[in-house]
């Protein structure tokens, strides 16, 4: 392989990348405010000295109408967005769905309360998504039905089933597992109902179940990934695996909604502890960067596809006014800031 002269300038460019004439750059400059890093009012540095949670200007490519149905997808921080946004009465599709607090593996018999409800109360936390592999396989399983054996689950021991594809459900009985699973399923088909869908990424660290050979949405909690670490191995996929499945995710919705849906993609400032040999400091950096290049790649590609800087608002604020004191869980008040702007700029 020669390496002499200079690659090639110009040429076959990827539809990510973005040409605009000079007229169109000093338009777009004389236009934007928020254009400099240290320089006028509106300045990132006057933004992040000013003691405030962070401020962005935000200019979507869309605009949503209040009857538009919105379907939520990704982590924790998806469900955190979509209860604000219940509270602009936004039709949501995941409303009513979802698992009672007793099924949760986080249920608490002396406090009543699992998933984050009360007892008797049906908690969405069931519909967490923390991969983009994980999140095009519930999508695929909504628009084309399921081939798995056993809908997917495992028995990690006798008479009790693990549901890898779902988040935070107890091992149970398969009966009582399937009927989880039905519940999940019944959620997640309301994806075939959505103008809007709102996507946040989480994490690029994944596992893989070997009985199926499917990226799974979580290991099992407890003892049993180490009793049962040959049903198991571990993934951290990089930024080629991360946009080509992102890619097909939103090409999939696109095509199976007519091309008459906004898909807008967030990534969750969570973070998480590391399966890797890394400081958790840079593997939850190196982690989330790589949702966030994949995140820009796919909104510069695809015209009905958007990023919110959900991710910049909360990092880039002061930690005393984003972070819960865990320091992994955002604050309400940070949440409602993000979802106020989210608002703004895409409601009339």
Known sequence: MSFDGFPPMMGQLSPATKTYSAEEALKFAKENTARQWSIGPDSARGRLASGERMSVIHRPKFKISKNEAVFTIGSCFAREIEIALQGH???LLLAGHGVIAEKYDSWREDKQIGG?????KI???VFHKYTTHSMFFDVHRAFYGNTVP?????ELAENKWFDPHAAGLALTSKDEALKNRAAVDAGMNEVNHADV???TLGLTESWREKKNGLIINRAPTGNFLKKRSDLFEFIDFGYEDVVTVLKHLVEMIASK???KVKIIVTVSPVPSSTFTNKDVVPASIGSKSTLRAAAETVSR???YVDYFPSYELVTLSPRQLAWNEDAVHVQMDMVKKITNTFIDAYYD
């Open 123 to 125: 908690s969405r936390g």
């Open 257 to 259: 909604r007519n091309n």
């Open 197 to 199: 869908v709102i996507m």
């Open 89 to 91: 009465q936004v039709p």
């Open 116 to 120: 984050g409800v009360p007892a008797g």
């Open 150 to 154: 056993d809908e997917g689950l495992l």
């Open 301 to 303: 590609t695809y015209d």
